[in-house]
């Protein structure tokens, strides 16, 4: 489980446990259960599709200078669900390397890793 709940609201974080422990519980009570369990991890796997799919993307800077503070951000708090990250870093990498527009450029000392 991710320690970082620091960006959600007590209330949500709080949701957020509930949810989790509830996810661990039924998985527990799937344990001898081989294609149950597939069930779950499907369902999983699902919402988090739907989640990053819908709601995340939209969420995400349109501006490149907030985008990359969140991806170093991303990529500092432990990476991406199903992304490794070498390619987060990548990503970063390239990043930097473009030659962005004045206004949008990123002072060297917010770069740092």
């Known amino acids: 489980m991710d320690d970082s709940l620091d960006v959600l609201s007590p209330d949500q974080?709080?949701?957020l446990r509930s949810l989790t422990l509830q996810l661990l519980a039924l998985g527990?009570?799937?344990r001898q259960q081989p294609r149950a369990l597939l069930v779950l991890l499907r369902d999983?796997?699902?919402v988090h599709r739907h989640i990053q799919n819908s709601v995340f993307r939209a969420a995400m800077p349109s501006e490149r200078n907030a985008l990359y503070?969140?991806?170093q951000d991303i990529e500092r708090s432990g990476g991406w669900p199903y992304i490794p990250r070498p390619q987060i870093?990548?990503?970063l990498d390239r990043?930097?390397?473009c030659s962005p527009a004045a206004s949008d450029r990123v002072p060297d000392?917010?770069?740092a890793t």
Do not use: C, I, V
Request: hydrophobic residues 40%; charged residues 35%.
């Open 13 to 15: 974080a709080e949701r």
């Open 28 to 30: 527990e009570d799937l």
């Open 44 to 46: 999983l796997d699902s």
């Open 69 to 71: 503070h969140l991806l």
């Open 89 to 91: 870093s990548t990503f």
């Open 95 to 97: 990043l930097d390397q």
């Open 109 to 111: 000392g917010d770069a």
